[in-house]
């Protein structure tokens, strides 16, 4: 059995049982930010600096601070992106106050029913271990962690993620360790996410009015990355949906896009559902997107394909979106791109151009066309790529809805990524100068990252001072809203592109301030990597706390130990440190637990 034993001669734990259920993202670290709260624990410097993400772990705090929507980016329904800035900085934000909190109370936090706490507190534990690590004073216990709640539904099965989440805090547990002993949490949280689940699965309520809770709660809890009550809530709706009259349809939608608290993002809305069937095939999307964002793909294969299964009349547009998603499945996830070409090849079939055609059939045509440019670039055929990118464009011509706003950036992206496949990066460069004429091009998250392209273009031309200036632009917009994750990889590659040209000066300030960012996360593996570049700026070889940070990532456990085999070799770290990309876009290591590298 794996639990805490925290011996008699360490202070008292502060005790907290966080097997909450899935009702509510973050509703287990909550708790357990409560019971610090009334040990003494004021969170103070946190929240200060981090009130959008307070907001959304404590809804009615932060009024002054912007929306984290604003300030961060969402995961992508439409490319199966499941990275979210959004997340990673809640998750991140919590961490650090369970563990300055600790550090503050002078005792450990003690974890009950670790096995019962909704996935997105579970992922934040497993960020709170690591930092607590890197911080004096904190402690997280975990007592009794493979003890976990039966699975609520075969969708909603999580116990390989929680074996996975527990082996990212170092626990020696797979899934075959787990014993489903916890009991399923009773009493719903007092959260908008907890209201909407409640009312989803209350058993004696309407039919439409547990539909409309539930197609509000399944975009909620997309954007917080619930995957466990999203299937649990999906699968459910699917036996309420076959029953339900096509009449009752449209005053279900407006009942859920009245209770929709969820600003207009990117994609995942229930659309312009028109009958009971195509109600049907939004809940086998819901099902597939989070089996594919959870990594299991041939499930997310079935969910997709049963969108168009059965009978009645399907919309063309959803039945488009059953191909869209197969083929993406099947090109992005396994490899599989002729099978992928064949998913897109119907999916034309079903929207073919016609006179006085809906907007929404032409921009599923424009997203079919998107994707069938990128399995041509997947088998290095550019020029066709090239030629669907202009089509999917030509669709969206005129659009202004949310969908096609994202299709057309999107383009506009791969093109620009085409040509600098190509060996063209001038003109990748001017393609992607475009993107500042884009809707929501004055928001700092999007200046962020187009900043940072423009900078890997530049290097690639040769414009080294333009890039330089581009890199800064980037750095003050993740230090606008204190986004040390982004801050900390930006450092880390300007320190190696100054340490490689000898210019010791420069790269020895990037590499203090990454270090600086990288222990304002707790992240050590990036704490060991910024002292290293440090070390090669002022001509001294890393030392024993290089070797010390690295052996305490639990996130980067690869990098880390080719970090440290460096330093006992007493080898160059030069090698090791990164420079400049074309794409700020990163995988949130930190609280990753799919594949952890």
């Not at 410097?45 to 980016?73: N, V, Y």
């Not at 936090?109 to 690590?133: K, N, T, Y």
């Not at 982004?486 to 300007?494: N, Q, Y």
Request: aromatic share 6%.
């Amino acid at each position: 059995m794996v639990h805490a034993d925290l011996g008699t001669s360490r202070p008292t734990g502060v005790e907290v049982d966080v097997n909450v259920g899935p009702a509510a993202a973050y509703e287990g670290l909550r708790r357990a930010l409560n019971a610090l709260a009334e040990a003494g624990a004021s969170f103070d410097d946190i929240r200060g600096a981090r009130e959008a993400e307070w907001a959304e772990l404590f809804p009615g705090t932060g009024d002054e601070a912007p929306p984290l929507a604003e300030i961060a980016l969402a995961a992508s329904e439409r490319r199966l992106h499941r990275e979210s800035e959004q997340v990673f900085r809640v998750l991140a934000t919590a961490a650090a106050a369970l563990c300055h909190g600790c550090s503050e109370v002078g005792r450990p936090l003690v974890l009950h029913g670790i096995g019962g706490a909704d996935l997105p507190s579970l992922r934040g534990f497993m960020r709170a271990v690591e930092h607590a690590r890197t911080l004096p004073g904190a402690g997280i216990v975990t007592h009794a962690p493979e003890r976990v709640r039966p699975p609520l539904d075969a969708a909603a099965d999580l116990r390989v993620e929680r074996a996975q989440c527990l082996q990212g805090m170092g626990l020696p547990l797979a899934a075959a360790d787990l014993r489903s002993e916890l009991p399923a949490a009773t009493v719903a949280p007092a959260s908008r996410e907890g209201e909407l689940y409640a009312r989803a699965m209350d058993q004696e309520a309407d039919a439409a009015d547990r539909l409309a809770a539930v197609l509000a709660y399944c975009r909620a809890a997309f954007f917080s990355a619930n995957w466990e009550g999203t299937a649990m809530v999906a699968s459910t709706a699917l036996g309420l949906a076959e029953d339900l009259a096509d009449a009752r349809v449209p005053g279900l939608l407006e009942q859920a896009r009245g209770e929709d608290a969820q600003a207009e993002a990117i994609e995942f809305e229930p659309g312009a559902l028109e009958t009971a069937v195509d109600l049907r095939a939004f809940l086998y999307k819901v099902l597939g997107v989070q089996a594919t964002f959870r990594g299991r793909q041939d499930e997310a294969l079935t969910y997709f394909r049963a969108m168009r299964e059965g009978g009645g009349r399907l919309l063309p547009e959803l039945r488009a979106q059953s191909h869209l998603y197969c083929a993406l499945t099947l090109s992005k996830r396994m490899d599989r791109v002729g099978e992928a070409i064949g998913e897109l090849d119907e999916g034309f079939a079903v929207v073919v151009p016609r006179d006085d055609e809906p907007d929404s059939v032409r921009r599923e045509r424009g997203w079919l066309h998107n994707l069938r440019g990128l399995t041509h670039f997947a088998r290095s055929e550019l020029r066709s790529a090239f030629e669907q990118e202009k089509l999917a464009l030509a669709c969206v011509e005129g659009l202004t809805d949310p969908s096609s706003v994202h299709l057309r950036i999107n383009l506009l992206s791969n093109v620009s990524v085409l040509q600098e496949k190509a060996g063209r990066p001038q003109q990748a460069a001017r393609t992607w100068e475009r993107f500042k004429r884009a809707a929501g091009s004055a928001n700092t998250a999007f200046v962020k990252h187009h900043s940072y392209r423009a900078a890997g273009l530049a290097l690639l031309c040769g414009d080294r001072g333009t890039a330089l200036d581009e890199l800064d632009r980037s750095l003050g917009c993740a230090g606008e809203f204190t986004d040390d994750f982004h801050e900390c990889e930006i450092r880390l590659e300007l320190g190696g592109l100054h340490a490689r040209a000898g210019e010791d000066g420069s790269g020895a300030a990037h590499f203090t301030a990454a270090s600086a960012a990288a222990t304002r996360l707790g992240d050590p593996y990036r704490m060991a990597l910024a002292k290293a570049g440090l070390a090669v700026c002022t001509n001294t070889a890393p030392g024993s706390e290089v070797a010390h940070l690295a052996g305490l990532s639990l996130a980067n456990p690869g990098k880390a130990r080719e970090l440290r085999q460096s330093v006992a070799l007493s080898e160059d770290p030069r090698a090791l440190l990164p420079t400049p990309r074309t794409k700020l876009n990163r995988p949130f290591d930190l609280v990753n637990f799919q594949g952890r590298p």
